[in-house]
Nanobody, 127 residues
Framework: VQLQASGGGLVTAGGSLRLSCGTS????????MGWWRQAPGMQREFVAV????????SFGDSVKGRFTISRDNAKNTMYLQMNALKPEDTAVYYC?????????????????????WGRGTQVTVSS
């Protein structure tokens, strides 16, 4: 199983970025998918999750109203559209895949809810 986040970069505050998480080796449409981020010296933080069918989403409080999550099961890919970026959004962004719980489960807001993790992509927001 492989997950690979991409699309990160350097952007000024107020700008936008779209991250992608490509997958292989798993039945993508059976997995709930999440985005997490980790800033230097900080714990990994929940950003967003989307259910396997794409009909349920949930966001961390710090990104609500600014970020949207989506997926294309035909392309085995998940996306994170990030708008109105702030310097505090600077972090390495990771994607994870989990199938043990229903799509609306609280466990996907916990690290242990995921079976697979990908390499991250750096997002840097300058002020």
């Amino acid at each position: 199983v492989q997950l690979q986040a991409s699309g990160g970069g350097l952007v000024t505050a107020g700008g936008s970025l779209r991250l992608s998480c490509g997958t292989s080796g798993l039945t993508f449409s059976s997995f709930n998918m999440g985005w997490w981020r980790q800033a230097p010296g900080m714990q990994r933080e929940f950003v967003a999750v989307i259910s396997a069918r794409g009909n349920i989403t949930s966001f961390g409080d710090s990104v609500k109203g600014r970020f949207t999550i989506s997926r294309d099961n035909a392309k085995n890919t998940m996306y994170l559209q990030m708008n109105a970026l702030k310097p505090e959004d600077t972090a390495v962004y990771y994607c994870g895949a989990g199938s043990r719980y229903p799509g609306n489960s609280y466990y996907y807001k916990l690290l242990g809810g995921y079976e697979y993790w990908g390499r991250g992509t750096q997002v840097t927001v300058s002020s």
